[in-house]
């Protein structure tokens, strides 16, 4: 179910691409530009859509879910929902075997990390917990299953299903397809962590220091400004 999911994700990311290049292409039409942004917003009362690509052992992605997105959720839970992409700068590829093998930014621990936080960010299904569980491994990920562990038993989520997950060759796809998510980014990650709010990178200097007042833009821009914002 998950793996549909990342797919449609990766399509999102494509379809939005195609977007934009066609925009580029026929930007002096004001009728292709109306049925451009008709085609990418979204409903005024929907959440504010927050792809957050990050990596388990970057300082960088720790301090924005840490003090920017769990504030920003505990606010106002229902303002965003929330989709975790943990793969930034790594790279994918297939041994001799067939099996997956991967080569990230801070090493095979973060690897191993990443592989772990792709399994609970699809088994864990409540928004709430599943954001709490990436926080709190995040917050020393230097033993990836150690941390696991410790903040399953913090927030009572199951932990046989995630550790199978993990254990075998479902947590590489899931990690695999978690790049290929951030491979279609456009423009293409120089940063990490990246956000996108809607599907769009927009001000990310903004986002990553004030994710609860660009995400009130968004919103607001759609059509009257959520209660919240105010």
């Known amino acids: 179910m998950f793996q549909k999911r990342l797919l449609r994700i990766v399509y999102l990311v494509l379809f939005v691409i195609l977007l934009i290049l066609l925009y580029k292409a026929f930007n002096n039409s004001p009728e292709s530009n109306q049925a451009q942004d008709e085609l990418v917003q979204r409903p005024s009362d929907a959440p504010v859509y927050v792809m957050v690509f990050y990596e388990a052992l970057c300082p960088d992605s720790k301090n924005f879910i ?46 191993e990390a990443n592989i772990i936080h792709a399994c609970v960010v699809e088994a864990v299904h409540d928004a709430a917990t599943r954001l709490n ?8 990920n230097m033993i990836p299953k150690n941390a696991f562990y410790r903040c399953a038993k913090e927030y009572s989520v199951e932990i046989e299903s995630i550790q199978k997950c993990y254990d075998s060759p479902h947590g590489a796809e899931l990690l695999k ?23 769009q990178q927009g001000r990310q200097a903004s986002i990553l220091k004030d994710l609860f007042g660009e995400v009130c833009k968004v919103a607001a821009g759609r059509g009257p400004k959520p209660v919240v914002c105010e």
């Open 66 to 111: 840490i003090k920017q997105l769990q504030p920003t959720f505990q606010r106002a839970p229902s303002l965003i929902e929330i989709q975790f992409v943990p793969y930034g700068k790594a790279t994918t590829s297939t041994n001799s075997d067939g099996s997956l093998a991967f080569d990230c930014q801070h090493g095979p621990i973060e690897c």
């Open 177 to 199: 397809l978690h790049g290929e998510a951030t491979h279609a980014l456009r423009p293409a990650v120089s940063f990490i962590p990246t956000i996108t709010l809607d599907g």
């Open 133 to 140: 569980m990436v926080a709190c491994m995040i917050r020393d």
